[in-house]
């Protein structure tokens, strides 16, 4: 630690620790027993509605937070390839996604109490205006708080908007000077070393403000990374608990 990052016990006491769940892969069930928010994909960029009920169904079992995980209808792409879209278009694109979740979530008696776009949606949102306005209006319009990385237009446009903004960070991400994160397809781009993923958390931790920690569940060792995550946040003394139960 330098001289000018704030000592650990200048860091947040409690944390959040999210996932993106629902997407069909084998981690789900594991990762909602170690995560406080799960972001359940709405069947447009991956998922069917059977997995994506199975999903809200463990999530109540778990007492796990649900948000909407909206992205682009790319299902070949996986949600991660970047589209134009107005404003105008994100926002319908989210609120009937939403909408589609909600639905299911009311069959498996839970609550969708948050939004966090999914993949190109979410990346674009972050440096493109019509994009982050799209978002900030779709999440003012059906109520609900957004994720989104500190700095960034989202984060304006929610503050314009009136939503509140969930700041978020991404322990085995490498991110550019900028503030952003690395393309997927650069080399680097997803830190695999344990070591490197902690010094990447201490430094999330260290600049202050983000109140949430995520988890990509389609990533092979999802489930190492949160037991590891975990791990190094009980060593700051930081407990994991979600963003809405502060």
Same mark, same amino acid.
């Given at each position: 630690?330098?001289?000018?990052?704030?000592?650990?016990?200048?860091?947040?006491?409690?944390?959040?620790?999210?996932?993106?769940?629902?997407?069909?892969?084998?981690?789900?069930?594991?990762?909602?027993?170690?995560?406080?928010?799960?972001?359940?994909?709405?069947?447009?960029?991956?998922?069917?509605?059977?997995?994506?009920?199975?999903?809200?169904?463990?999530?109540?079992?778990?007492? +796990?937070?649900?948000?909407?995980?909206?992205?682009?209808?790319?299902?070949? #792409?996986?949600?991660?390839?970047?589209?134009?879209?107005?404003?105008?278009? +994100?926002?319908?694109?989210?609120?009937?996604?939403?909408?589609?979740?909600?639905?299911?979530?009311?069959?498996?008696?839970?609550?969708?109490?948050? !939004?966090?776009?999914?993949?190109?949606?979410?990346?674009?949102?972050?440096?493109?205006?019509?994009?982050?306005?799209?978002?900030?209006?779709?999440?003012?319009?059906?109520?609900?708080?957004?994720?989104?990385?500190?700095?960034? !237009?989202?984060?304006?446009?929610?503050? $314009?908007? #009136?939503?509140?903004?969930?700041?978020?960070?991404?322990?085995?991400?490498?991110?550019?000077?900028?503030?952003?994160?690395?393309?997927?397809?650069?080399?680097?781009?997803?830190?695999?070393?344990?070591?490197?993923?902690? +010094?990447?958390?201490?430094? !999330?931790?260290?600049?202050?403000?983000?109140?949430?920690?995520?988890?990509?569940?389609? $990533?092979?060792?999802? +489930?190492?990374?949160?037991?590891?995550?975990?791990? !190094?946040?009980?060593?700051?003394?930081?407990?994991?608990?979600?963003?809405?139960?502060?």
């Amino acid at each position: 630690m330098n001289d000018s990052e704030p000592a650990p016990s200048q860091w947040r006491r409690a944390i959040d620790l999210n996932a993106d769940l629902g997407e069909g892969f084998a981690n789900d069930d594991a990762l909602l027993l170690r995560v406080t928010s799960a972001n359940v994909c709405c069947g447009f960029h991956a998922g069917d509605s059977e997995a994506i009920l199975r999903t809200l169904e463990a999530a109540k079992r778990c007492g +796990v937070s649900v948000g909407a995980h909206p992205g682009y209808p790319d299902r070949l #792409g996986f949600g991660r390839r970047e589209q134009p879209a107005t404003a105008e278009t +994100v926002e319908r694109l989210i609120r009937e996604q939403t909408e589609f979740l909600t639905q299911l979530a009311e069959r498996a008696g839970v609550a969708v109490v948050y !939004l966090k776009p999914h993949g190109a949606l979410y990346n674009q949102g972050q440096r493109v205006s019509t994009i982050a306005r799209g978002i900030a209006r779709a999440a003012r319009s059906l109520g609900l708080p957004v994720l989104g990385q500190p700095g960034t !237009l989202l984060a304006q446009e929610a503050a $314009e908007h #009136g939503v509140r903004f969930v700041a978020e960070g991404f322990p085995n991400r490498r991110y550019l000077p900028d503030g952003s994160l690395a393309p997927r397809g650069e080399p680097g781009a997803i830190i695999q070393d344990r070591e490197a993923v902690s +010094v990447n958390l201490r430094r !999330l931790l260290a600049e202050g403000g983000v109140e949430s920690l995520c988890i990509h569940g389609d $990533e092979p060792d999802a +489930v190492a990374q949160a037991d590891r995550i975990r791990e !190094l946040l009980g060593a700051a003394g930081i407990a994991v608990r979600s963003f809405l139960g502060e």
